[in-house]
């Protein structure tokens, strides 16, 4: 086998190393979540891919993502993302970041038909905020619902993933931020 070839090899094997990471991340991103009474939505981890020989660019995952809903908010939807690229607008990632957002819905039940329709833009929604900062700073938005998206409040954040390099500081840094702000909106306890 020439170098080359396994060098190809190495760097396939590294990514799946890489991937099995952000799975663990995405777990312990779970286990937080539960504990202030946030419940996985589905079992979801990507989208938007492609598995035709037309868009080979799209074999690889561009976003990985997390999906919770919670019983004391039954209008919002909570993601936690790890963003890898942007193929449509390579500049906005210039590094992989790790996004949570919430988005908040004009009733549970249009919540309900959006996740029938799921729209894959969403956990990468960090990257369409105004002002957009990847410091761990939450932006917040407000939008007209549309049938694509159909939120009508969301706000985000975003940290450059190697920051995270501790369940402790995922959850200082990205998760209770998400709960406290989620929180002070319905007026409950962190």
Known sequence: MST????????????????????????????LIEKHSWKRTGNLVYGRMSYTLSEPQKWLQQDIFRLYR?????????????????????SRVTEPLLTAGCFDYPSEKELGIQLQHFNYSLPRWHLNMPGRIDDG?????????????GFVKV?????????????TILEQRVILPLITELNARSNLPS
């Open 4 to 31: 080359d070839g396994a060098n190809v090899v190495a760097t396939l094997r590294h990514l799946r190393t890489f991937f099995q990471e952000i799975g663990l991340l995405l777990g312990s991103a779970d286990n």
């Open 155 to 167: 706000a985000t954040l975003g940290v450059p993933l190697v920051s995270i390099e501790t369940t």
């Open 70 to 90: 919670s019983e004391h908010s039954k209008n919002v939807l909570m993601s936690v993302t790890v963003i890898l690229d942007d193929i449509e607008n390579p």
């Open 137 to 149: 700073t939450i932006i917040t938005a407000e939008y007209n619902p549309t049938q694509i998206s």
